[in-house]
């Protein structure tokens, strides 16, 4: 049973399906190396969260499974930010993105 706890709260149970993570967002503010924050600028970047669940991949052709295996819980990763489907579970927002639609992950 998948149960998230997010800011001490307990939230609803939700498994992504296929190739389906489930990001909890995350916001970039702009700021300087100083620590000032800057206006937004009209270049678009990329969307950053949190993994919070992973599904189980996708079927290809032939019937095979091919599990998502390049991200996991925990890990930040930046998405492309018109692909992911958004949900608002218990009062948080919460989005769908496809495996296909990550970009990159932060190395720990």
Do not use: C, H, Q
């Not at 091919?66 to 949900?87: A, C, M, R, W």
């Amino acid at each position: 049973m998948l149960i998230y706890i997010l800011k001490n709260k307990i939230m609803a149970k939700v498994v992504p399906l296929n190739d389906y993570v489930l990001v909890k967002p995350i916001k970039d503010e702009p700021k300087t190396a100083s620590g000032i924050i800057t206006a937004p600028t009209s270049k678009e970047k990329p969307g950053k969260g949190e993994v919070l669940a992973v599904g189980e991949g996708k079927v290809n052709p032939e019937g095979k499974l091919i599990p998502i295996e390049n991200v996991k819980v925990g890990d930040v990763v930046y998405f492309t930010k018109y692909s992911p489907e958004e949900l608002e579970i218990d009062g948080e927002k919460l989005l769908l993105v496809r495996a296909d639609s990550i970009l990159a992950k932060e190395e720990k």
